[in-house]
C-alpha cells in the first residue's frame, strides 16, 4: 500500500540543518531563480527602477530584521545607519577616489561600529524605552550630516561618480539590477546561515527571554551589542549601495520616515524570518510604486486622485499595517507557510 507523507520529518541533524527539506522546495527555489534572470529583459524601465530599489530594501530589511526579528530589540534607527553607509561610501569614492568596492567594505564597517555604539542604551532599555534611545541615534546622527559641512557637504548634495568595475561602468538600471540582486542574495544568504550557528542562536535566546540566555552563559552585554553591529552592517551596505545606484546622496533621503518604513516591511514580511523581509520588502516597495503608476495611467479621466495621490499612498501604508497587525501579527511569511502546508498535507488537516 502506498504511503502518503503528512510532514517533514528528521531522523539526523543534517536533515534537520539543511536548509531545503523537500524536492518542491528546490523547484521552487529555481523558479524564483529564473524568474529575476529574466525580468530585466521584459520589465519596463520604471519597474527596472522598482525592481532596483526592492533588492536594495531587501538587504537593510534583512539587517533590520536580525535586530528586531531575531533578537528583540526595537530600532527605529534605521534611516540614521542607511546615512552612515551612504555618506562614509560616497565620500569615500568622491573626494579621496578609493575604489568603489573598497569603500563599501569601509561603508559597512563603519556603519557597523556606529551601530554598536549606538546600541549602548540595549543593555539598561527595553521595549519603548529602547525605541526613543533609537529615534534619538536617528536624530543624532542626520544632525551630524547636516551641520558638519566639511565633510559631508550639510545639506548640499553629495555627487558620487557611477562606479567602474572589472572594465564595465555601472550607469544603467540593467547593469545595477544584477550588482543589486547579488548583494540581496548573498545578504539573504548570510542572514540565514547567521541562526544556524552560536552567533545566531544566541541572539534568539536572548530575544526569547536575556534572563535564561545569561544564566546559561551567554554574555547578554556582548551579544546585544554584536547584534545591533552586524544589523547596521546590513544597513550599512544597503546605504552604500544607495549612494552609487542614485549617484546622489541627501540627508532628506533618510528621515525618521524612512526608519518606520523599514520597520513595517519586517512586520507586513515577517518577524524573524528572512524570506519575511524579502517579502515585506518588497510588498511595501511594490504597493506604492503601483498606486504611483495607476494614478499616472488615470490622470486624464481621475484628475483628482492625482492631486491625492502621497495622501492615498500614506493611507494605504498605515491601514496595511493596521491590517496584519490585527489580523496577521506574523505577516507575508505565515501567510506563505500556511498555503505550502495545505498543499502538502493535503487531503489531511492536521
Known amino acids: 500500500m502506498a504511503t502518503i507523507a503528512t510532514g517533514v520529518y528528521h531522523r539526523t541533524y543534517a536533515s534537520e540543518l539543511a536548509l531545503r527539506h523537500t524536492r518542491v522546495e528546490y523547484v521552487r527555489l529555481a523558479l524564483a531563480a529564473l524568474v529575476l534572470v529574466l525580468l530585466p529583459f521584459f520589465a519596463t524601465p520604471y519597474w ?30 534605521t534611516g540614521g545607519f542607511l ?37 549602548l542604551p540595549a543593555l539598561r532599555l527595553k521595549g519603548l524605552y ?9 536624530v543624532i546622527i542626520l544632525y551630524v550630516v547636516r551641520t558638519w559641512e566639511v565633510v559631508t557637504g550639510g545639506t548640499d548634495s553629495l555627487v558620487v561618480p557611477p562606479p ?18 547579488a548583494c540581496a542574495a548573498l545578504a539573504a544568504m548570510a542572514a540565514r546561515n547567521l541562526f544556524r550557528v552560536g552567533l545566531g542562536r544566541a ?12 544564566s546559561i552563559g551567554i554574555d547578554v552585554v556582548r551579544y546585544k551589542l554584536l547584534a545591533f553591529a552586524v544589523s547596521s552592517g546590513f544597513i550599512g551596505l544597503a546605504g552604500a549601495l544607495t549612494a552609487h545606484y542614485r549617484n546622489i546622496v541627501t ?15 519586517i512586520i507586513v514580511g515577517g518577524l524573524g524570518s528572512v524570506a519575511g523581509s524579502v517579502y515585506g ?14 494614478a499616472q495611467d488615470v490622470r486624464g479621466q481621475l484628475a483628482l486622485l492625482s492631486r491625492q495621490l502621497p495622501a492615498i499612498q500614506l493611507g494605504v501604508f498605515g491601514l496595511i499595517i493596521v491590517l496584519f497587525l490585527l489580523f496577521e501579527p506574523r505577516g507575508l511569511n505565515r501567510i506563505w507557510q500556511r498555503v505550502k502546508d495545505y498543499f502538502r498535507l493535503w487531503p489531511f488537516r492536521y
Open 281 to 294: 520588502a518588497t510588498f511595501m516597495i511594490v504597493v506604492p510604486a503601483w498606486i504611483t503608476q495607476f
Open 83 to 119: 546615512a552612515v553607509g551612504a555618506y562614509t561610501s560616497g565620500i569615500l569614492v568622491a573626494r579621496l577616489g578609493v575604489p568603489t568596492i573598497v569603500a563599501v567594505v569601509v561603508a559597512v564597517l563603519v556603519t557597523a561600529l556606529v551601530g554598536g555604539f549606538f546600541g
Open 203 to 214: 541572539f534568539m535566546a536572548i530575544r526569547d527571554q536575556d534572563i535564561a540566555a545569561e
Open 251 to 265: 540627508w532628506e533621503r533618510f528621515t525618521l520616515e524612512v526608519s518606520i518604513l523599514y520597520l513595517a516591511m
Open 164 to 181: 567602474d568595475l572589472f572594465g564595465f561602468q555601472f550607469d544603467s538600471n540593467f547593469r545595477w539590477y544584477w550588482i543589486i540582486m
Open 130 to 138: 529602547l525605541a526613543i534611545a533609537t529615534i534619538a541615534s536617528q
Open 48 to 77: 527596472m527602477t522598482v525592481a532596483n530599489q526592492i533588492g536594495i530594501a531587501v538587504v537593510g530589511a534583512i539587517g533590520l530584521n536580525i535586530l528586531v526579528g531575531y533578537t528583540g530589540q526595537i530600532s527605529l534607527g
